[in-house]
């Protein structure tokens, strides 16, 4: 994936992942989670469900 120095508005934490398919979503604006116990500890804590988005063709 090419890198720029483009300014975004939005950045998450999918910004440190290595998955280019993450990667493209990483200044979305949503505050999305890779896979793992910092999401799931958050949803519990929070009493919310998990969003699963396993990718699209």
Not at 36 to 53: D, H, N, W
């Amino acid at each position: 994936m090419s890198t720029d120095n483009r300014q975004h508005k939005h950045t998450n934490r999918l910004i440190h992942e290595k998955s280019p398919y993450l990667l493209q979503h990483a200044h979305n604006p949503v505050d999305w989670y890779p896979w793992g116990p910092e999401a799931f500890q958050k949803a519990a804590r929070e009493s919310k469900a998990v969003f699963l988005s396993i990718g699209y063709s």
